[in-house]
C-alpha cells in the first residue's frame, strides 16, 4: 500500500490564484482530513469527510472548500489565494470501523507559499 | 482553539538521557495521542491511550493520562539522536458519529538529542 500521497509537493502562488492539492489513500478508510500547520501553531484541522459525500468543516474552514467523491480521493480547493495560506498542507486518513479515535495516517505534506 | 498543549516547547539532552514531554488539555476525551514529526515530513503516530487507561508502554515510550488533571506525559527512554523531531499530542473532540475522529493538536515539543 502507498498509504496517504499528496501532490504537489510545492507550490507557488500568486495572490488570487486558485488550485487543488490533491490527497489519496488506497487503505480504504472512511475518514479523511485536511490540516494546516503554521509556525508554532501546531496543526489545526481545515475541513474532514466521513465517508464518500459527507464533508463537513474543521476549525479554520475559510477560504478552502473539499469534495469527496470517491473514498479514495479527497481533494482541498483554494478558490481564491491569500499570502495568510502560506502553510504547509497534510493530509490524512483512518478507518471508522473500530473503536474510536484510532491513529491517523498522514501524507507528507504540501508546503505553499502564496506570494 | 488549541486543545493540546504541550511543555516544554523545546528539550536538549544528551543521547542516552530520559526525555518527558507533558501535554494539558481542556476538556473530556476518548483517547490521547502522541505523534512525532521529523523536520519537514507528515506525523507518525507513536501511541495511543484510551481515557480509561493510566499507563501504557511501546518500547522505550511509557505515556501516561491522568483525566482528573487533563494532563499526559510521554517519556522516551534512553534517547537517541534518531529521536531528535518536534512531538505532539492530539485529543479527539468526544463528540458524536465522525466528530470524534476530529483531532486537536498542541504546538508540540521540539526534542533534540545530541550525540
Known amino acids: 500500500n502507498a498509504g496517504v500521497t499528496q501532490t504537489p509537493k510545492f507550490q507557488v502562488l500568486k495572490t488570487g490564484q486558485s488550485m487543488t492539492l490533491q490527497c489519496a489513500q488506497d487503505?480504504?478508510?472512511?475518514?479523511m482530513s485536511w490540516y494546516r500547520q503554521d509556525p508554532g501553531m501546531g496543526l489545526r484541522l481545515i475541513h474532514y469527510s466521513v465517508g464518500a459525500g459527507i464533508t463537513d468543516q474543521g476549525e479554520v474552514p475559510n477560504g478552502y472548500n473539499v469534495s469527496r467523491s470517491t473514498t479514495e480521493d479527497f481533494p482541498l480547493r483554494l478558490l481564491s489565494a491569500a499570502p495568510s495560506q502560506t502553510s504547509v498542507y497534510f493530509c490524512a486518513s483512518t478507518p471508522l470501523a473500530g473503536e474510536v479515535g484510532d491513529e491517523q495516517f498522514f501524507g507528507p505534506g504540501t508546503r505553499l507559499t502564496v506570494l | 482553539s488549541q486543545q493540546g498543549e504541550e511543555d516544554p516547547q523545546a528539550l536538549s539532552i544528551q543521547e542516552g538521557e530520559n526525555a518527558t514531554m507533558n501535554c494539558s488539555y481542556k476538556?473530556?476525551?476518548?483517547?490521547l495521542q502522541w505523534y512525532r514529526q521529523n523536520s519537514g515530513r507528515g506525523l507518525v503516530h507513536l501511541i495511543l491511550i484510551r481515557s480509561n487507561e493510566r499507563e501504557k508502554h511501546s518500547g522505550r515510550l511509557r505515556v501516561t493520562l491522568d483525566t482528573s488533571k487533563k494532563s499526559s506525559s510521554l517519556l522516551i527512554t534512553a534517547s537517541q539522536a534518531a529521536d531528535t523531531a518536534s512531538y505532539f499530542c492530539a485529543t479527539d473532540a468526544n463528540g458524536s458519529g465522525g466528530s470524534n475522529y476530529k483531532l486537536t493538536f498542541g504546538k508540540g515539543t521540539l526534542l533534540t538529542v545530541n550525540p
Open positions: 487503505m480504504n478508510h472512511e475518514y
Open positions: 476538556t473530556s476525551i476518548n483517547n
